[in-house]
């Protein structure tokens, strides 16, 4: 196995490790899968699931780009005034961009927490991204990546009922800011428009996919801890997107980093196999593609 540390980006600041795929499998070869930094956990993952899901990949014939955000790990801080929200999907940009002079073209985003918002924001209204591994997603407002009043129903139904729940909230281990943010969007949106009318989950969830599946790029949402609680609340609506490009992956028992090492054994195989498949389909799409040119 071939690993190969880059400096990435225009000023070379940006740290990774790039894994080789184990054996050229042609066409279906110019797939590569980036590894997107999880909050503030280096290139390596959450316990060290990037390396371990790089290695694997590679043994299955892809190539794998695990890479430090500026400020993380091995990466130099910024010294430019770009806007904190820019920097990742440009870092993004510039990963790719350096996999692209490697006869790379097309690619999957890989990431966890943060690591999948920055990853949903690079992969907006870019084709080349056929592929988005979204793990535990989160926002930028640091509540559960939904809208509020969903995030509502969910403290109504699930926490208030949970003793451990009241165990957290009064030994300072609750996530206040998400709590606070979520009831006073209610409070907005209940002032504004004089009501808190019902949430379709379905029609939510439509919407935030259906840009990226328009454009060609591939989903699996993988789901655990209060993610997996919020999906068995809404199931129903979760299983009226299952498609051929859109699965999600549950694991109910698991926390939010997936700590326990059968889950991520388990995991990275599903991943892997996932990976493989989108590969394949891409690399039989182009071929059918070019013989309709030809023709």
Known sequence: MREEALLLGPEQMNVGVFTAAANDAGEQSKIAVLCITAGLIHHVGPHRMHVLFA?????????????DLSGIGDSAVRSDDLIAHEVPVQEINAAMHALEERDFTRFILFGICSGAVHAMKAAAGNPKIVGLILANTGSDEGNTGVDPRLAAQFYLKKSLRNLNAWKN???????????????????????????????SVED????????????????????SDRHAEFYEMHKDAYDKLQSARYTTLVYKHSDHLFTSLVV???????????????????????????????G
Request: net charge positive; with cysteine.
């Open 169 to 199: 909230f009064f030994t300072g281990r609750a996530n206040y800011h998400a709590l606070l943010y979520t009831f006073l969007a209610v409070i907005k949106h209940k002032l504004k428009n004089g009501n808190i009318k019902s949430v």
């Open 204 to 223: 939510l969830l439509r919407a935030r996919l259906q840009p990226y599946l328009r454009q060609g790029t591939s989903i699996i949402s993988v789901l």
């Open 55 to 67: 290695r694997e990949l590679a043994k299955q014939g892809i190539s794998t780009l695990r890479f």
């Open 264 to 294: 991520q054994q388990n995991l990275i195989d599903q991943l892997c196999q996932w990976s493989v498949d989108l590969m394949v389909s891409n690399a039989e799409l182009r071929q059918q593609f070019n013989e309709e040119m030809a």
